[in-house]
Nanobody
């Protein structure tokens, strides 16, 4: 069993910053990659950022230069630092893990709401 728990969402004004966290726990032998996705009301879930076990990262064009993904491997935790937030960043943010447990699996967290509004 693997669990992913996000935290750090909230309400922020345009131009502000937030840091999201996602902690993975349970029967984990290896984490291949962790990623953030988001889903705005009435829209499909979309990719935001990914970090693989070697440390390489990639981002959606819409967040490049504003968001930074990082990880603490000792804590099985991934972070998303979000700066210069815009109203269009408003969404539920989900953490995804590509994880080796008893088998290789893809797990999702429950999501955390980010609202950017004045």
């Amino acid at each position: 069993q693997v669990q992913l728990v996000e935290s750090g969402g909230g309400l922020v004004q345009p131009g502000g910053s937030l840091r999201l966290s996602c902690a993975a726990s349970g029967s984990i032998f290896k984490i291949y990659a962790m990623a953030w996705y988001r889903q705005a009301p009435g829209k499909q879930r979309e990719f935001v950022a990914r970090i693989i076990s070697g440390g390489s990262t990639n981002y959606a064009d819409s967040v490049k230069g504003r968001f930074t993904i990082s990880s603490d491997n000792a804590k099985n935790t991934v972070y998303l630092q979000m700066n210069s937030l815009k109203p269009e960043d408003t969404a539920v943010y989900y953490c995804n893990g590509d994880i080796q447990s008893d088998y290789r699996r893809s797990d999702w967290g429950q999501g955390t709401q980010v609202t950017v509004s004045s």
